[in-house]
Structures are given as C-alpha cells and as structure tokens.
C-alpha cells in the first residue's frame, strides 16, 4: 500500500496520530523535498530530527525523482507498505494528484493522511475562508520572461469583493539554462520569493495592465513561517508592507477584497501602526 502522508506547516511534531502510526509501520519512508518545506528544510540536522521522532530512514524525493522515477516507488508499493510524505496537505499540489492516478492504474492501493496547508491555515489572520476567490501563484520574473496571467484573476476576485491568496514561487533544484543547453544538469542555488518580491512584481504588472485591480495603497496581509513558533502575520497596504523584512521562507500575500466588520475586528490585531511593527499580534490566539 502507498500511505500519502501530510506533515503539518511547522516541523516534525506536527504530524497526526494517524499519519505517525501509517509511518511507523512501512518499510520506505520518502519525503518529497520540492513542492514546500517544513522549518526543518533549513536546518542542518532538521532530516535526522524527523528520523529520531518517526523511527525510520527518510529517503529525499526530489521534482525529478517523484516526476521521472515515480513507478519505482509505486512497484515498491505494490510489494510492500511505502509512506510519501508530503508538506501541509497532500492535495496542496498537482504532483501528488498524479501519483495517486498513477497508482491506482498500477493496482497500487492508496491511502491518503491530511493535515492543515497554507489553504486553511491562513484563516488566522480573520478572513474568512469561504470569502477567498481563486488562489494564485506568482513565479520570480526573469528578464525574458514576466508571465502576467494571475492578473486578470486577481481582478476577477477583487470585482466580486472576494480576497485572493498569493502562492510565492520556491525554485529548488532547478537546472540552470546554460547546463541544459549542455546536456549536463547543474542546479540553480534554492530561491525563495518573498512578499517584497511578490509585491513589487504584482504593481508592475499592474502599470503593465493598467485595469485598476489594485494599487499601493492595496491592503494586504503578508504571512511568514505560517505554523511555524515564529509565525509573522502582518496586515497593511502594499507600500507598508514592502518596508517589513518578513525573515526566513516561506512567505505567503492575501490581497483583501471586501471585508465584514467580524473580519475587520480580528485583522486589526495585526495591522501596521504606522509604519512600526510594535504591537503587532504574532499569531497567538
């Protein structure tokens, strides 16, 4: 059986009972070391602190091992109990969709173990989830290449009043152009976006549209480290927010829509005095 286990947002404590007991009993353990992080993806010793709570030898799965060689984890599936394990939730990105397609049409039988994303998880800083229009992804811009598609759903929700979750890119071994074009793969150094980034891409984009979607004095809130002990949840406009070093990855942006006054009431927990972070709430309810 393959076990799909989702890991939590913050380190290595924050996986189910269920997904603890599903782990425990399979012969491989993978955990798939692309799509998102846990805190412990930027520590030295964060993998054998995973190893030491779940008993097991954990096996990295890079984008090319889970993408190119997913049948030799399935055909071990087949033969034995084998858990993947999975940043937030399972279904928090396309891939493991497919390996669950992929599986089911080699016979393998699947189980799936959840736990919270950055889908849900966001419902701390007091926007209601149900008033969420479609979520977004912004990728770093390069010179040649400044893609611009999220802009008309951006607009799309902000017409509807609704707010707009901002997915921020994360590049891990990503094979540089100029190996490529050598048939020799070497990896690009881990790039990971932040609210700044995003922010500053987003108001170009809309100088480029010029569709009044949003604009500087846009409110937001910026989240960094969401689940995490050292959580930051800071809501302001987008020029407020491009001042605040937010720290280490991961990052995520909401844009607001419009907002309900039970909304208002817990926002203004983390709302920007001024442009100082003092007294701004951590995320501790």
């Known amino acids: 059986m393959l076990f799909i286990v989702g890991l939590g947002l913050g380190d290595e404590k924050d996986i189910t009972l269920r997904g603890l007991e599903a782990v425990k009993k399979c012969e491989k353990v993978y955990i798939e070391a692309y799509t998102s992080l846990l805190s412990f993806g930027l520590s030295s010793d964060g993998l054998s602190t995973l190893e030491k709570l779940y008993g097991k030898s954990l096996t990295l799965a890079d984008r090319e091992i889970v993408e190119e060689k997913a049948d030799g984890i399935l055909s071990e599936a087949r033969e034995s109990d ?24 080699m016979g393998v039988e699947v189980k799936v173990v959840h736990n919270a994303s950055v889908m849900n998880a966001i419902g701390v800083c007091g926007l209601q989830l149900y008033r969420y229009g479609e979520t977004i992804s912004i990728p770093f811009f390069t010179e040649t290449w400044r893609p611009d598609s999220f802009y008309e759903k951006i607009k799309q929700n902000r017409s509807l009043g609704l707010h707009t979750l901002c997915l921020l890119d994360i590049r891990v071994k ?47 809130v910026g989240f960094a480290r969401l689940g995490s002990e050292d959580q930051m949840i800071v809501a302001g406009t987008m020029r407020q927010l491009q001042t605040i070093d937010f720290g280490t990855p991961l990052h995520c942006l909401v844009i607001v829509g419009k907002t309900h006054p039970v909304e208002e009431e817990m926002l203004d927990f983390y ?13 501790t309810i």
């Open 271 to 283: 709302k920007l005095r001024g442009e100082s972070l003092d007294q701004i709430d951590d995320g």
């Open 82 to 105: 084998v858990a993947f394990l999975v940043v937030g939730d399972p279904f928090g990105a396309t891939t493991h969709s497919d390996l669950v397609v992929r599986a089911k049409k």
């Open 174 to 220: 990503e094979p540089s152009l100029e190996s490529l074009c050598r048939g020799r793969k070497q990896y690009e150094p881990p790039r990971y976006m932040t609210i700044n980034t995003a922010i500053e891409q987003l108001l170009e984009v809309e100088q480029t549209q010029g569709g009044s979607a949003y604009n500087e004095d846009t409110d937001c």
